[in-house]
């Protein structure tokens, strides 16, 4: 158990919906990062979240956006979904602002879109 | 321009044999290198890492990483496979302390 909590585990919608995906970090973490894994994209950095500000941003789409609140729980909004965002997301958190450190990932959250 | 490379996407190995996964990377200087496991239906959990000092570096469950230099790679290592290594490996490296860059992948299957 890495102590990153995502929910839910699994989601089924269909296109042109809108899904929130949250994600509990460890306790003591100050950064969220979120990351898409699927079969052709593989891993790909979407955003990062710093102590509740956003500290770098990696290829995520225009429908998606992202929160820190201040309890540092975060939250990923994905919107009018396509076909094509059906993929795992995973949310990991870190002590620091940088990579220097162990990131920390959740068990992900399988989107599917019909 | 900038990757890192696991050229081999899928692995077999039976149980009791050796191991080597490859990784190699492009980037000017010497990154921060990872190597992170995903097993069936979880997250990634940190093998081992490398930042500077012995090139050969020491993980969890087993497993080692030599840094060469010269060959731009971060092989990972393990003497004797158990079937509950079967899964998925990514090389991670980061080229600067804002980015993180995983590789593609390698699938571990491994025979009884």
């Known amino acids: 158990d890495s102590g990153v909590t995502q929910t839910p585990k699994h989601l089924i919608t269909a296109t042109g919906q809108r899904v929130t995906l949250r994600c509990s970090p460890r306790?003591?973490?100050?950064?969220v990062y979120w990351y898409q894994q699927s079969l052709d994209q593989g891993l790909q950095f979407l955003i990062q979240?710093?102590?509740?500000?956003?500290?770098a941003k990696g290829n995520i789409l225009e429908r998606f956006s992202a929160q820190q609140f201040p309890d540092l729980h975060s939250e990923l909004n994905l919107s009018s979904l396509e076909l094509g965002d059906s993929a795992l997301y995973f949310c990991a958190s870190s002590v620091g602002p940088d990579y220097t450190g162990e990131l920390f990932f959740g068990e992900g959250s399988r989107l599917t879109v019909l | 321009a900038q990757s890192v490379t696991q050229p081999d996407i899928h692995i077999t190995v039976s149980e009791g044999a050796s191991l080597e996964l490859r990784c190699n990377y492009s980037y000017g200087a010497t990154p921060y290198l990872f190597w992170y496991v995903q097993s069936p239906g979880q997250g990634l959990q940190l093998l081992l890492k490398y930042f500077s000092g012995d090139t050969l570096v020491q993980g969890i469950k087993g497993f080692e990483a030599e840094f060469k230099r010269s060959q731009s790679s971060f092989n990972l290592r393990k003497p004797s496979v158990h079937w509950g290594d079967a899964a998925e490996y990514f090389c991670a490296v980061v080229p600067d302390t804002d980015k993180l860059i995983f590789g593609t992948g390698t699938r571990l299957q491994v025979f009884p």
């Open positions: 979240y710093y102590n509740g500000e956003e500290r």
């Open positions: 306790s003591g973490d100050l950064s």
